[in-house]
């Protein structure tokens, strides 16, 4: 089954053209010389994110067969739900899914073939035409989680990793993610950067931990545990912070902002 854009010309133009030219402006910076597991990067509108997500990719050495991992905004579908076939359709171009690896990830433990959790879902599809363009000829398994449970997530995430190893896959991980909801500029800056040490030290449990005692918005927590216990898993050694800004640097409004932040981790 094909998927067609939904948020097109909402959250990212909706023409070839004009998405092109926003891509070749916001992809800039020096490729990683190692291989990237795991690329963590923001799905807002491009005025807003763009920039960081340009960043954070441009710097990523991905894998032409990349996981995507991101939060369920809707509630609808399945708590790990799999997209399991056909192509994901871009202004001016599509990405096609891995199904041979999307089969054997949706058969896993705790994980579902479902379309209803990525229908009208932004966060993967947003941040595909910077992948798109960044890794020609890539192929994608889009994964979106709603798992609650930081064990359950742990599991699914080591279990995955286990399947990527068993299979002998070059892969990369893509998680999207923005992070503080409408809280004031400086308190969403010191409870964002709680958040990402955890990532920067390779702690799954101790991000979904820190982002629940402190009532952390960062809406793709799920998925991030999920990649970053996968990450971990399979060998992951090295961090790198990418770049941090908010809603309120593009609009110049700092009392009530989103955060946005880019973690490479290899």
Not at 159 to 166: E, G
Not at 220 to 228: A, D, I, R, S
Request: proline share 6%; glycine share 10%; aromatic share 6%.
């Amino acid at each position: 089954m094909d998927r067609e854009p939904f948020v097109a010309g909402q959250f990212y133009p909706g023409s070839a053209a004009a998405l092109d030219e926003k891509l070749s402006g916001y992809l800039q910076g020096e490729q990683a010389g190692v291989r990237t597991l795991l690329a963590m990067v923001p799905h807002a509108g491009y005025p807003f994110s763009g920039s960081v997500a340009g960043k954070g990719l441009a710097r990523s050495n991905l894998a032409e067969r990349i996981i995507l991992l991101g939060p369920n905004h809707t509630g609808r579908g399945q708590r790990i739900a799999v997209w399991r076939d056909g192509r994901w359709i871009l202004p001016g171009s599509e990405v096609p899914v891995d199904e041979d690896t999307a089969s054997a990830i949706g058969k896993l433990p705790g994980y579902s073939f479902d379309y209803q959790a990525h229908l009208s879902e932004h966060s993967l599809e947003v941040v595909l035409p910077f992948l798109a363009r960044a890794v020609p000829g890539c192929r994608i398994v889009p994964i979106a989680v709603a798992e609650p449970d930081p064990q359950v997530l742990m599991q699914a995430g080591e279990d995955l990793a286990r399947t990527v190893k068993d299979l002998a896959l070059d892969v990369s991980l893509g998680v999207s993610t923005d992070m503080s909801h409408f809280v004031p500029q400086e308190h969403a800056k010191r409870l964002d950067h709680m958040a990402i040490e955890r990532i920067l030290d390779l702690d799954p449990l101790g991000l979904h931990q820190v982002v629940r005692q402190n009532r952390i918005s960062m809406c793709g927590v799920m998925p991030m545990t999920l990649g970053l216990a996968c990450a971990r898993e399979l060998g992951a050694k090295s961090t790198e912070f990418i770049d941090y800004a908010t809603s309120g640097d593009a609009i110049g409004d700092y009392s009530q902002v989103v955060g946005y932040a880019g973690v490479v981790v290899s």
